[in-house]
C-alpha cells in the first residue's frame, strides 16, 4: 500500500494545476478587457465560451518555460518574479497610504507589514543578481523595462500598431472567438 502516497500527490498536483491553468488562461483576459493587451485576448470561443487567446497564449510561454530544460532555472526565475510582485504590491500600499489617505480601504494592514514585505523583496530580488548573476534575471529586468515603454507607448500615448485590426480579424476567424457584450467601467 505505500503507492496510495505518491499517487494520491500526484492526482493533487494534477488537479491543482488543471485548476491553474484555466485561472492563468483568465489573467491576459482580464487584462486585454481592461486595455492593457490586444483585444484579441479579450475574445472568447463562440461555442465553448472560453478565452482561447489567452490560452494559447500562456500554452506558448509554458512551452519556451519548458524549452529551458532546467528545473532549478525555473524556480530561480519564478522566484525573482514572484517577489518582484510581491515587493511592487507592498511599496503600492505604502504609496497609496501617503498620497490618498482619505481613501476607502476594505481592510487596513498596519504600515509595518508592507514595509518589511518591500525589504524582504529587495533582499529576493538583488542577493541573487549580485551572488550568482544568471541571464534569467537580466532578462526579467529587461522584459519590466520593455513592459514599461510598451505602457507608455500603447496605453499613455494611445499609439496602434498598423495592421493590428487585420491581424485580429484574422485571429478571431481562425479561432471562431469574438468579443463579448463586458464593457469597461470607470474605477
Known sequence: MAWIIPFTVCVSTLGNQNGACLLRGRLPFVAAR????PKIFSMIHVKYYTPVPSLILNAFFGIIF???GDVQFL???FGFVTWTVYGLSAASVIILRYKKPNMTRPYRVPILIPILTCLLATTFVILPVIEKPNIFYFLAIGFY???GISYYIFMVKKISLPGIQTVTLLLQKTLLVAETDWHVTNG
Not at 481592461?34 to 493587451?37: A, F, Q, T
Open 34 to 37: 481592461k486595455g492593457y493587451l
Open 66 to 68: 519548458i524549452l529551458c
Open 75 to 77: 524556480i530561480n526565475g
Open 145 to 147: 523595462i520593455l513592459s
